[in-house]
């Protein structure tokens, strides 16, 4: 669910609505575009906000980008690790072929950490890049590949179809920053007012279309092209579930993903959390009581 075009729809002239600029980068039929793409976009100056998963926002900022998240959007890994029906275990998968959108995405990301953590390390498995999920789910179950991280909704197909769903890591997966908004602290500095607006401008969409379903299942409808009433209803179940109401990342999910980086990266050793946020803005609001306060309640 598109919180920031939705919203941007919604007051379309208006004063909100002018300060929401989109770009669009790489193909929009993956559930959450967070590849590096966006932040170089972001860090060249092209884009004034962005989606961004965690785990590129820290890798860029521990390279010397200048980077930082502003609002968290979920702080699960929403996805599920399925694979074709006769592979019951992920010891099945070694030797197999692994679907991913590409390298350093969010997908990299969550097949990573499920087969480290089932014992599997990366000779034991081949990586396919495949551009985006509705691909992988393809490719799977045309048999061209074996397994892969699907979100919402293609996970919603996969279980139609029978797939394996090995682990649905938005119950059983660690917590951790899967989506996040993010700029660059040099806009911040130079556009205070205007990030204050667009931060507000995104809490009232999420407020919106999570007390508003039939307007939820709408938006679904029309960014995501699902027709399937089963899949609709499931799709905003699940994102009116793990998208944050009052928009912070968590530490122990920012906490996670520089964990991952401490072996490699010498900075990420001594790394805080608070080193990758600004989310000052989101603390204003909390304590002007608007998330308790505002009529989309």
Do not use: C
């Amino acid at each position: 669910m598109d919180i920031i075009r939705e919203q941007h729809e919604r007051h379309l002239g208006g004063p909100r609505g002018r300060v929401i600029q989109k770009k669009r980068v790489g193909s929009g039929a993956r559930a959450y575009p967070l590849d590096l793409a966006r932040v170089q976009t972001l860090l060249a100056g092209e884009l004034a906000y962005t989606y961004m998963d965690g785990r590129t926002a820290v890798q860029a900022t521990l390279k010397g980008a200048d980077a930082a998240i502003i609002a968290g959007v979920a702080n699960r890994l929403v996805f599920s690790f399925m694979a074709r029906p006769e592979i019951k275990s992920f010891n099945d998968l070694k030797g197999k072929k692994i679907g991913i959108t590409r390298l350093g995405s969010s997908t990299h990301s969550v097949t990573l950490w499920v087969m480290n953590r089932f014992g599997l390390k990366p000779e034991d498995y081949q990586l396919l890049q495949l551009v985006d999920v509705p691909n992988i789910f393809t490719a799977m179950m045309a048999g061209q590949i074996d397994a892969g991280a699907l979100s919402p909704p293609t996970n919603f197909r996969g279980r139609k179809a029978g797939l394996t769903e090995l682990i649905d890591l938005s119950k059983d997966g660690p917590e951790y920053v899967s989506v996040a908004i993010g700029s660059t602290r040099s806009f911040i500095r130079s556009n205070e007012e205007m990030t204050r607006r667009f931060v507000r401008g995104y809490s009232e969409g999420v407020l919106f279309l999570k007390a508003n379903k039939a307007a939820g299942i709408k938006a679904i409808q029309k960014y995501a092209r699902i027709k399937d009433p089963d899949i609709l209803e499931a799709t905003y179940a699940e994102a009116r579930a793990y998208i944050e109401t009052v928009p912070y990342v968590t530490r122990k999910g920012m906490e996670a993903i520089i964990a991952e980086f401490a072996p490699t990266e010498p900075k990420a050793k001594t790394a805080k959390p608070d080193d990758f946020l600004d989310t000052r803005f989101v603390a204003q609001l909390e304590k002007e009581g608007f998330y308790k306060a505002t009529a989309f309640q």
